[in-house]
């Protein structure tokens, strides 16, 4: 698949409010976090700021959330950026449609080496 083909099934695949999200949360991180990448709460953040679910939003920048404990009410995030060999194959395959499809295509992105991280930061 060309570049110019992942580029624009972006335009087909996610919603436009969705897209809008992606680019500022893009934005904002760039500038705001040491290594130019958007952390779980910057996609939290966002989340609620453009009125989009948290699940595909995360996954358009690498990150995964998992349902929390019974005895846990914050949401636990596995960023594949940082820590690709946490997102195994169970935990996506326990999303939506949404959320896959959007970790398929940022996981796409990476291959075509469209991600350009300055040194990954834990969080």
């Known amino acids: 698949m060309t570049p110019e083909r992942v580029a624009s099934a972006y335009l087909q695949l996610f919603p436009s409010r969705l897209r809008k999200a992606h680019m500022a949360l893009l934005t904002y991180a760039e500038g705001a976090n040491p290594d130019g990448w958007a952390t779980p709460s910057d996609v939290e953040r966002f989340s609620r700021l453009y009125g989009v679910p948290r699940g595909p939003l995360g996954a358009l920048v690498g990150m995964l959330s998992r349902q929390p404990l019974p005895d846990r009410r914050a949401v636990v995030w596995v960023d594949a950026v940082r820590n690709p060999e946490a997102a195994y194959p169970h935990l996506i395959q326990q999303h939506d449609r949404a959320v896959v499809r959007a970790f398929g295509w940022?996981?796409?992105?990476?291959?075509?080496?469209?991600?350009?991280?300055?040194?990954?930061?834990m969080h």
């Open 106 to 121: 940022f996981c796409h992105t990476i291959d075509l080496g469209w991600l350009r991280l300055r040194s990954p930061v």
